[in-house]
C-alpha cells in the first residue's frame, strides 16, 4: 500500500520539476546572456559565458547612462510601486472590512461591483480614462497626466477590486467576537480596526502586497499612457524599452536591464511566498 501510494506521488513531482524548469528557463536566458558579448549571444545562446563579472560592468554601463536614465526611472518605479501598494493595501483592507461587518443588501451590491469590476478588460477604459484625466486637469487645474499622482491614482483604482476581493475574503474569517470585546472595552470603529483587525490581515496583505507590486512594477502600458516617454516621470518597463531603442544591436546591454528590473520583484516574491499561499486558502475558510 505505501509503494503503490509512492509511485503515484512519481507522477506530480516530476511534472512539477518540468514545469519549474520551464518557467525558470526564461530566467536562465536573459542571465547568462547578459554576460556575453553580443557575437557570443548570436552564435550560442544557450552556453554559459566565460566571464560573469562582464554583468556588473553592464549594469554600471546601463546605471550611468544619460539617454537612458535608467537610475531616476529606477527611484521613479520604487516611488510609485511603494505608493499605489501602502494606498491599496489601507484602502482596501478598511473597504472589504465595512462591506462584510456592515451586512445589508447595499453592501452587498458594492462588493458585487467591485467583483463584476475585476472582469472589465483594461482596454475598453484606457481611452476614456486619458479623457476623464484631461477634463479633470482642465476643471480643477490638477496635472494628473505625466506625473506621480495620475499614475498613482490609476494604479489604485484598476488594483482596488482584486484587493477587496481578497480582503473580504479573509475577513470573514476573522471571528466577530474580537470586535465585539474590543467594543466592550472602548475601542471605536477605527481604533478596533486598525489595533484588532489590521494585524490580524498579515496574511492576506503579504498576498495582495506581492500579487499587486508584481503587475505594478513590470506594467507596461498604463505608464506608457499617463506618462509618456521622454518624461520627468518614468518607470522601469519604459526605461527598457527607451534602451532597446537606443542600444538595438546590443543585446547584453539589453538583457542585462531586464535583468535589473526583475531582481527587485523576485527578492520581494522570496521573502513574501511563504503568506501568499497561506493568505489565498486562509480567506476561503471560515
Not at 462584510?100 to 483594461?122: E, H
Not at 479633470?136 to 488594483?159: H, K, P, W
Not at 490581515?201 to 499587486?212: D, E, F, Q, Y
Amino acid at each position: 500500500m505505501k509503494k503503490r501510494r509512492m509511485g503515484s506521488l512519481v507522477v506530480p513531482e516530476v511534472l512539477a520539476v518540468v514545469l519549474f524548469l520551464l518557467f525558470l528557463f526564461p530566467f536562465f536566458i536573459v542571465l547568462v546572456n547578459s554576460a556575453k558579448t553580443p557575437f557570443e549571444i548570436t552564435q550560442s545562446p544557450l552556453s554559459l559565458p566565460t566571464d560573469w563579472m562582464k554583468i556588473l560592468l553592464n549594469m554600471y554601463t546601463i546605471w550611468t547612462s544619460v539617454n537612458v536614465q535608467y537610475s531616476s526611472s529606477f527611484l521613479s518605479s520604487i516611488i510609485i510601486t511603494v505608493s499605489s501598494l501602502v494606498l491599496l493595501n489601507v484602502l482596501s483592507s478598511q473597504a472589504a472590512w465595512v462591506l462584510v461587518r456592515n451586512k445589508s443588501r447595499l453592501s452587498t451590491g458594492i462588493f458585487i461591483i467591485f467583483v463584476a469590476a475585476m472582469v472589465i478588460p483594461f482596454q475598453i477604459v484606457m481611452f476614456p480614462l486619458l479623457t476623464w484625466f484631461r477634463e479633470i486637469a482642465t476643471l480643477t487645474g490638477m496635472r494628473l497626466l505625466r506625473s506621480y499622482a495620475g499614475i498613482i491614482l490609476a494604479y489604485i483604482g484598476f488594483g482596488m477590486s482584486q484587493s477587496i476581493f481578497l480582503f473580504h475574503g479573509f475577513t470573514k474569517s476573522i471571528p466577530l467576537e474580537l470586535e465585539e470585546a474590543a467594543t466592550i472595552d472602548g475601542c471605536r470603529p477605527a481604533q478596533t480596526f486598525y489595533r484588532i483587525i489590521f494585524p490580524l490581515l498579515r496574511p492576506i496583505h503579504a498576498t495582495v502586497l506581492v500579487l499587486n507590486g508584481i503587475w505594478i512594477w513590470n506594467d507596461y502600458l498604463l505608464p506608457l499612457l499617463i506618462l509618456g516617454k521622454g518624461n520627468n516621470v518614468m518607470t522601469i518597463p519604459l526605461a527598457v524599452s527607451n534602451f532597446a531603442g537606443a542600444y538595438v544591436k546590443q543585446w547584453d546591454l539589453i538583457l542585462t536591464a531586464i535583468l535589473m528590473a526583475m531582481i527587485p520583484i523576485v527578492i520581494l516574491f522570496l521573502f513574501a511566498q511563504k503568506f501568499i499561499i497561506k493568505g489565498m486558502i486562509a480567506g476561503s475558510i471560515k
